[in-house]
Every structure is written in structure tokens, then in C-alpha cells.
């Protein structure tokens, strides 16, 4: 006996990778979409891959046919188009549909903590994160209208050990390594949340077929909480770099140096986050983050050993933190 279908629009990334293989740990039957390429996180034995281009819509009712599922899971809808497709798309086809969002379209800055799901939805900092709350009020809009049957979803920083969370990734491991010194965002004391998927799926997972959670947003997280220094410091001592030399630089002005990465900067990781679990907690019981950032980070380390290919040291990253760290305090 096959247990309930579940559709992942998505399913090799490093937040619907853990999801996957959660659900198939617990007996779900798992179709997984995506464009089929190579990737660090294969699916699991057993998982039907379909191959199509999620961006297409023709190509997905094609590889879809006529088929129904108990649950869909959308990692890939980033812009409001996008989220009107996939409406017209599963309408009818599904019973519940869970759409990722993010927790950036929360307040920016927030106006009290923790962060809740009643919390406003505003940044006026990044587009991707406006873009996620005009998905949200898409979905919401066809669940009033026409019972549309979306949960939305909004995780954190999720990261796997196939990613360094840091400014510039391997970058600044090499730079710890060599004693450079590495820039650290505004003054290293704002808080921030890091998620394990791991831990992130225990949540996810445990929303599918719960007809509760339907109509509803949810917020996903750790409740583990570090200021921006102790992170680097942790990632430091999984690296074997007890003394990092860390340069503090304001955000606006790693903001002008490179545009690039002011709205990430702008809009999320310069304020202060933490985030309140009790609704997830509260609907799914098995649901705590269990693996702490010190774990995850050795984690991180052990698999970049394992992976030369990943350690890659980006020259523009060199000399942007070399030209950062004279303009730091």
C-alpha cells in the first residue's frame, strides 16, 4: 500500500533536499519536478523524477497529465507571475499546496521582537523579498476566493553542509587559514538565526495532509540565536582558527562597495532576527531544532574536505575583502 502522493516542485536544493528525504523516511510517495540537473543532492531510491521546466507551464501539465496529489510543495515560485501559473496550474489537482516563502518579507527593520507570523509583511530593501509577499497574497487571495488550499511556509537562513554562512563563503575560511582579516557586517552583535534543513524538514514535513494548516502561514527556524561574530567564530573553530581576525564594516558601506549584496545585507542579515516557533510547535509536535550551529558548521567543514571542488577562493572576493577591511573599525 502506497502512502499519500506527495509533488515536490523542487526537491534537490539545500532547503527541499532534507524535505525529500524526510518524506520518504515516513512513507510518503514522492514525485520530485525539476529540470533534472546534476546536482550535490541527489534523490532518494525510490522517488519518481519528472523533467520538465517549472517556468513552462506547458511543459508541466505535459509531464503531469491528468494526475492528482494529496500535497504539492513549491520551492520554485520566486515572482508573482510565477504563483498565478502555479494556481491555475494545481488548481483542483491537489489537497493542500505549500508554498515557500521567506522569512525576509517579514518587517524590516522589525518594529519588536520576537517575530511572529502577525508580524507586518514590508521590506522596502529587497525585491526578492517583496516579490515572496506578492506570491503570498496571490495564494491567499485564490484560498478566500475560491478555496485554493495554500499553507505558506517561511523559513530563515536554512543552510546544509554544502554551504558556508558567511559573506563570502570558502573565501573567508581561506583568509581565517592565512590570518587576513575578514569582514564581518555592521558591528558583529547583531542576532541572527541559522537552520539546519534537517531540522527545518521535521517542521515541514509534519504540516503535509494537516488540514489546520491550511488558510495559514508558518514560521520555520531554529531557535538558536547568534550574534554575526559568533558565527564567524564558530565556522573559525570548525576551520581549526581558534583567533580569527575579524574586521567590522558597516553595512551601507559594504552595501556601496558592492551593490550586489546590499539587498541581502540591507534587507535581512543587518537586523536583528528572532523568531517565535510556538505555531509550528504548536500543530507539529515532533517539530525542534535539534542541531546546534557548532554541529552544522563541522559539518560544513568536514564535507568542503571532502568536496576540493568547493573550495573555491574567489579572487574578486579577495580583493573586495582586502579593500572592506580598510575601510573597517
Request: aromatic residues 8%.
Given at each position: 500500500m502506497t502512502g499519500p502522493r506527495v509533488l515536490f516542485l523542487g526537491g534537490t536544493g539545500v532547503i527541499s533536499a532534507a524535505s525529500v528525504a524526510r518524506a520518504v523516511g515516513l512513507g510518503f510517495t514522492v514525485t520530485v519536478l525539476g529540470r533534472g540537473t546534476t546536482t550535490y543532492r541527489p534523490v532518494p531510491p525510490?522517488?519518481?523524477?519528472?523533467?520538465?521546466?517549472?517556468?513552462?507551464?506547458h511543459a508541466v501539465r505535459a509531464a503531469l497529465g491528468n494526475r492528482t496529489f494529496d500535497v504539492v510543495a513549491d520551492f520554485?515560485?520566486?515572482t508573482p507571475e510565477q504563483a498565478r501559473n502555479a494556481v491555475e496550474l494545481f488548481t483542483g489537482r491537489c489537497g493542500q499546496y505549500l508554498f515557500i516563502s521567506t522569512a525576509s518579507a517579514y518587517q524590516k527593520p522589525p518594529a519588536r521582537l520576537p517575530i511572529t507570523e502577525?508580524?507586518?509583511?514590508?521590506?522596502?530593501?529587497?525585491?526578492?523579498?517583496?516579490?515572496?509577499?506578492?506570491?503570498?497574497?496571490?495564494?491567499?487571495?485564490?484560498?478566500?476566493?475560491?478555496?485554493?488550499?495554500?499553507?505558506?511556509?517561511?523559513?530563515?537562513?536554512t543552510y546544509d553542509p554544502t554551504r558556508l554562512s558567511l559573506l563570502f563563503g570558502w573565501t573567508d575560511v581561506h583568509r581565517m587559514r592565512a590570518g587576513l582579516p575578514v569582514v564581518v557586517h555592521g558591528d558583529g552583535t547583531s542576532l541572527w538565526t541559522l537552520t539546519h534543513t534537517d531540522d527545518f524538514a521535521v517542521g515541514f514535513v509534519g504540516l503535509f495532509g494537516l488540514a489546520a494548516a491550511v488558510g495559514e502561514s508558518f514560521t520555520i527556524t531554529s531557535d538558536e540565536v547568534l550574534p554575526w561574530d559568533a558565527v564567524y567564530q564558530?565556522?573559525?573553530?570548525?576551520?581549526?582558527?581558534?583567533?580569527?581576525?575579524?574586521?567590522?564594516?558597516?553595512?551601507?558601506?559594504?552595501a556601496a562597495a558592492a551593490p550586489e549584496l546590499g539587498p541581502g545585507l540591507l534587507g535581512d542579515k543587518s537586523h536583528s532576527v528572532i523568531f517565535s516557533n510556538a505555531k509550528i510547535k504548536a500543530l507539529v509536535p515532533d517539530f525542534a531544532a535539534r542541531i546546534p550551529y557548532a554541529v552544522g558548521a563541522a559539518q560544513a567543514m568536514a564535507w568542503h574536505i571532502m568536496h576540493p571542488e568547493a573550495r573555491v577562493v574567489n579572487p574578486a572576493?579577495?580583493?573586495?575583502?582586502?579593500?572592506?577591511?580598510?575601510l573597517g573599525a
Open positions: 525510490g522517488v519518481e523524477v519528472l523533467v520538465a521546466d517549472v517556468r513552462d507551464p520554485l515560485s520566486f502577525s508580524t507586518p509583511l514590508r521590506n522596502p530593501f529587497w525585491q526578492y523579498s517583496r516579490d515572496k509577499i506578492a506570491c503570498e497574497d496571490l495564494f491567499m487571495a485564490a484560498y478566500r476566493d475560491n478555496g485554493f488550499p495554500v499553507t505558506v511556509v517561511r523559513p530563515s537562513h564558530t565556522v573559525a573553530a570548525a576551520a581549526g582558527v581558534p583567533e580569527p581576525l575579524l574586521v567590522h564594516v558597516a553595512s551601507d558601506t559594504i572576493h579577495m580583493a573586495l575583502s582586502d579593500q572592506l577591511a580598510g
